[in-house]
């Protein structure tokens, strides 16, 4: 693999270029949201450090993805963003006198002749820095502690936010070149596991490659690595990271993703260690994801492509000896959501399952996902430059196939071969795709092209 050499930094010429105009149109979003909410200022909020239980130690901080859509500063908590229309943008930036904990440097990068920034070295000397007209303003964050809201009344009003989070589905220029950079630094992870993997390492040691190579700690990455040998395959969510080696290595799936600026990659392949079988399930749910790839474009319901997918999958049960009938009857019965029982994907942006994905418009009406689908996360109609998500998966999971047993489903399952695929767990395959309007750009096969 040749070596990284993606500039992530706040000197990115590229960012630097489409700063401005991401930012246009976040303010006209924040217009649009103030108006309709008869307010006058907005108070987007950082976030604050959150303790444990009975503990001084703080979790790792996770900022407000409203606040990180106005500025690239995921390190900056008690922090504000205050936007008021026709004036310049202040940024209230926290920077305590410690000793402790490492303390943010001074304001610097692409960013910051956007902003009026004011350093306060005491979070009571934000107040100073806000609007005198409080009950003006609305807030936007997480606030646990009300003194965090200095007196503003209208946290989170519902009207405002819907507006901002059904804004959010359509990714900006700027917001593109971060996660085609998030992508790079994913898949140049991916590259390293997978090498860490045939060297028959263990699950501890293969998360280890990755972090390195994506230049990330755990605290950094989007969301916990799911690093997953043999059988622990057909955990959703498995994130334990056994420290050996299994005797035998039979299969591995990683589900990993990084970010660059706080905008997030969601990478996942799957690989096995010489069982023909196994290959071959790869390789038909390989062929089966680039399918519906291909279908992504502006107009198109996602809950159809789901539903789809699901037809799909029951072609791959019969043509891999794991079921029998037709996809139709599959579907009805519950066979294809025993071995898929996720959503085929979800909305991606600042957050790995971005907010909005179930919205039907800005008023904040929702689209419910297709009965008997309950974990389907998008179920929009796709717009151009949404990046979302396309993961199909097959997987042995004992719990939900055997709640086919006593029901008209068992007599099409293959019993035997789900016995053969047990020890390697599943199987699932992810893009992170663009929509454009007659078709999608594949961010996550791009990064993969240009890093192998």
Same mark, same amino acid.
């Given at each position: 693999?040749?070596?990284?050499?993606?500039?992530?930094?706040?000197?990115?010429?590229?960012?630097?270029?489409?700063?401005?105009?991401?930012?246009?149109?976040?303010?006209?979003?924040?217009?649009?949201?103030?108006?309709?909410?008869?307010?006058?200022?907005?108070?987007?909020?950082?976030?604050?450090?959150?303790?444990?239980?009975?503990?001084?130690?703080?979790?790792?901080?996770?900022?407000?993805?409203?606040?990180?859509?106005?500025?690239?500063?995921?390190?900056?908590?008690?922090?504000?963003?205050?936007?008021?229309?026709?004036?310049?943008?202040?940024?209230?930036?926290?920077?305590?006198?410690?000793?402790?904990?490492?303390?943010?440097?001074?304001?610097?990068?692409?960013?910051?002749?956007?902003?009026?920034?004011?350093?306060? *070295?005491?979070? /009571?000397?934000?107040? !100073?820095?806000?609007? %005198?007209? +409080?009950?003006?303003? @609305?807030?936007? =964050?997480?606030?646990?502690?009300?003194?965090?809201?200095?007196?503003?009344?209208?946290?989170?009003?519902?009207?405002?936010?819907?507006?901002?989070?059904?804004?959010?589905?359509?990714?900006?220029?700027?917001?593109?070149?971060?996660?085609?950079?998030?992508?790079?630094?994913?898949?140049?992870?991916?590259?390293?596991?997978?090498?860490?993997?045939?060297?028959?390492?263990?699950?501890?040691?293969?998360?280890?490659?990755?972090?390195?190579?994506?230049?990330?700690?755990?605290?950094?990455?989007?969301?916990?690595?799911?690093?997953?040998?043999?059988?622990?395959?057909?955990?959703? *969510?498995?994130? /334990?990271?056994?420290? !050996?080696?299994?005797? %035998?290595? +039979?299969?591995?799936? @990683?589900?990993? =993703?990084?970010?660059?600026?706080?905008?997030?990659?969601?990478?996942?392949?799957?690989?096995?260690?010489?069982?023909?079988?196994?290959?071959?399930?790869?390789?038909?749910?390989?062929?089966?994801?680039?399918?519906?790839?291909?279908?992504?474009?502006?107009?198109?319901?996602?809950?159809?492509?789901?539903?789809?997918?699901?037809?799909?999958?029951?072609?791959?049960?019969?043509?891999?000896?794991?079921?029998?009938?037709?996809?139709?009857?599959?579907?009805?019965?519950?066979?294809?959501?025993?071995?898929?029982?996720?959503?085929?994907?979800?909305?991606?942006?600042?957050?790995? *399952?971005?907010?909005?994905?179930?919205? !039907?418009?800005?008023?904040?009406?929702?689209?419910?996902?297709?009965?008997?689908?309950?974990?389907?996360?998008?179920?929009?109609?796709?717009?151009?430059?949404?990046?979302?998500?396309?993961?199909?998966?097959?997987?042995?999971?004992?719990?939900?196939?055997?709640?086919?047993?006593?029901?008209?489903?068992?007599?099409?399952?293959?019993?035997?071969?789900?016995?053969?695929?047990?020890?390697?767990?599943?199987?699932?395959?992810?893009?992170?795709?663009?929509?454009?309007?007659?078709?999608?750009?594949?961010?996550?096969?791009?990064?993969?092209?240009?890093?192998?």
């Amino acid at each position: 693999m040749r070596a990284m050499k993606f500039d992530f930094s706040d000197k990115n010429a590229e960012l630097g270029e489409l700063y401005p105009q991401h930012l246009e149109t976040v303010r006209k979003r924040h217009d649009h949201a103030l108006e309709q909410a008869g307010a006058a200022h907005a108070v987007i909020f950082s976030g604050a450090p959150k303790y444990a239980f009975l503990d001084d130690h703080d979790y790792p901080f996770r900022p407000n993805p409203h606040f990180v859509s106005w500025a690239p500063l995921i390190r900056l908590p008690l922090s504000y963003i205050v936007y008021t229309p026709g004036e310049k943008t202040v940024l209230i930036y926290y920077q305590p006198h410690d000793y402790w904990h490492p303390v943010p440097g001074a304001p610097d990068g692409y960013w910051t002749a956007q902003f009026d920034i004011r350093v306060v *070295h005491n979070v /009571d000397d934000v107040a !100073e820095h806000l609007p %005198e007209d +409080r009950d003006r303003c @609305i807030a936007v =964050g997480e606030f646990d502690d009300d003194a965090h809201a200095f007196g503003i009344d209208r946290v989170n009003p519902t009207t405002a936010v819907n507006i901002l989070h059904y804004a959010r589905g359509p990714k900006t220029a700027y917001e593109l070149a971060c996660m085609r950079l998030a992508s790079r630094r994913g898949v140049a992870g991916h590259l390293a596991a997978a090498a860490a993997f045939r060297d028959n390492m263990s699950e501890f040691a293969i998360n280890q490659a990755y972090c390195e190579a994506t230049r990330h700690i755990d605290n950094e990455l989007p969301y916990s690595n799911i690093i997953a040998l043999n059988e622990h395959g057909a955990i959703l *969510h498995y994130t /334990d990271l056994d420290r !050996e080696a299994p005797v %035998e290595l +039979r299969s591995f799936l @990683i589900d990993a =993703g990084a970010q660059v600026h706080g905008y997030a990659s969601d990478i996942t392949r799957t690989y096995g260690n010489g069982d023909t079988q196994f290959a071959e399930l790869i390789e038909r749910m390989e062929t089966l994801e680039l399918d519906l790839v291909s279908r992504v474009k502006a107009g198109v319901d996602y809950r159809d492509l789901h539903l789809e997918t699901h037809k799909l999958i029951a072609g791959v049960l019969v043509d891999s000896d794991l079921a029998m009938g037709n996809a139709e009857t599959l579907l009805a019965t519950g066979v294809t959501s025993a071995f898929m029982p996720h959503g085929v994907g979800h909305l991606l942006g600042v957050q790995v *399952h971005d907010v909005g994905g179930f919205m !039907e418009n800005e008023s904040g009406a929702t689209i419910d996902p297709p009965s008997g689908h309950p974990y389907l996360r998008l179920t929009r109609v796709l717009e151009e430059d949404m990046v979302l998500t396309i993961e199909p998966g097959l997987y042995i999971i004992d719990m939900l196939l055997e709640n086919l047993r006593g029901t008209p489903a068992e007599t099409h399952v293959n019993w035997n071969t789900v016995d053969q695929l047990r020890p390697f767990g599943g199987v699932r395959v992810e893009d992170n795709v663009r929509v454009l309007a007659d078709g999608c750009e594949n961010l996550t096969r791009d990064a993969f092209a240009e890093l192998l």
